[in-house]
């Protein structure tokens, strides 16, 4: 069985860069995350409990922005995957790594965490989850358009052909194929 094509990373990078990008993700998401509720809070302790949504809303719409940002530079400078810089990477790393981090810092509160689940079933954590992503996803739309228009239209050709894979490139961009 292959891998869908917009699972596939760029085609430049190692398997080690790849790896490295994602874990740049998580690293920033972590900074952006508890750096914002400290901002905010002046302590992170208000993360202690699972119940605490308002602060765990703060620190998602910094890490929204922060890991989207991260990597919408990431593929500019082709690392990561072209489809998946765009919501996989981000969206699974904004919506988990908060939860092992927080449970490291405090212990886990398996209490506070189902009633989040069972009580509001899916819906509240999603509204969390939204609260970065929204934003994030803005940016990282907002650096491409930004980047393909000062770099003009020959240089994202050549970064094209560079950047991607021959299969990926023969699919969804190369339009006159």
Sequence with gaps: MERPLGAA???????RQHALTIVGG???????????VALVYDSLSVLALEAAIEPQR???????IA???????AFV???GGPVLNAIPYPLAILTLAPFPARWLLFGP?????ISR????????PMITVAHGALPG????VLILTVWASVIGEDAREDWERTHLSPEFYDEFVDVDA
Aim: with cysteine; glycine share 18%.
């Design 117 to 124: 689940f069972v009580g509001w079933f899916v819906i509240e």
């Design 77 to 79: 400078r082709g690392y």
């Design 9 to 15: 990373p760029f085609a430049t990078q190692s398997t």
């Design 137 to 140: 996803f803005g940016l990282f």
């Design 67 to 73: 890991v989207w940002g991260y990597f919408g530079l």
């Design 26 to 36: 998580v690293l920033v998401c972590w900074l952006a995350y508890f750096g914002a």
């Design 58 to 64: 703060v620190g998602t719409a910094a890490a929204g």
């Design 109 to 113: 509160d398996v209490s506070g965490l």
